[in-house]
């Protein structure tokens, strides 16, 4: 049988160390040899004795959180011996690794996998408000190890030497070092007096010193709140109490 599905990009790329690793641009093999941690329903495929447990978030305090404030990964735990693919709706994969002392901020929406040694909790993002259709929350990963995430296309990754503004909707992960707020990007006046809008209302700000991951699309990203008006503002500072963030 002959085909060109059947070349070399397409087999399947084998390596003696156990881990996460790239299958390619939009598939996430982990050579299995223990147990890593996955977004529930990303796994398309696995050879050997693999088992898959339900984690919600990941405890229940992580649990309460999510239902607190909509963000979070669904999880289970993938253990035993063998290989694990998985993809999440043929989105692109990255593959960053933290080192002690790291800490990155991310969507939970983009969090595919990660290995078991990382921590991560579930932070207010510092100066958010109630001001756009943006989340209020992301899961902050700490800790040594690699983490898998996803983005809908190819992303740019920004230094952060000078003021930097991300459309919300865009920004992916982040430096949790960064100094977060949110910035008024129209200008106000008769057009916008008459209901004329560039679609550029506010964006995310960031200083100091660090990287954000933006990606070509401005989808609602899933997982986050959105509020506006005085009730969502008693809402973040109830939240904000009880996270103690």
Known sequence: MRSELFNADNLEKESAQPGLRLQ????????????????????????????????????????????????????????????????????????????????????GANVLAFDSSLNYDIKMVQGAGMMSNAGLFNC?????????????????????????YVDPQ???????????????????????????????RFTMSFAGQGFVVVQPSEEPPGGRMAGTGSGGQQQEGILGNIFGN
């Not at 669904?74 to 993809?87: E, S, W």
């Not at 129209?186 to 679609?199: F, M, P």
Request: proline letters at 2%.
């Open 24 to 107: 390619n641009s939009k598939l996430l093999k982990a050579e299995l040899n223990g147990e890593f941690m996955a977004r529930v329903g990303s796994m398309v495929a696995y050879q050997g004795q693999v088992q898959f447990e339900a984690l919600g978030s990941g405890g229940i305090g992580k649990f309460l959180k999510q239902k607190l404030t909509g963000e979070g990964v669904p999880l289970m735990r993938v253990r035993g011996h063998g290989d694990v693919f998985l993809a999440e709706n043929a989105a692109d994969i990255h593959l960053i690794d933290l080192e002690q002392g790291d800490a990155l901020s991310i969507n």
């Open 140 to 164: 902050v990963f700490t800790g040594h190890g690699r983490i898998a995430v996803t983005t809908k296309g190819t992303p740019v990754v920004l230094s952060v030497d000078q003021p930097t």
């Open 170 to 200: 865009a920004a992916i992960c982040w430096s949790a070092n960064l100094q977060t707020g949110y910035h008024r990007a129209e200008q106000l006046g008769l057009g916008t007096l008459l209901g004329r809008t560039t679609g550029e």
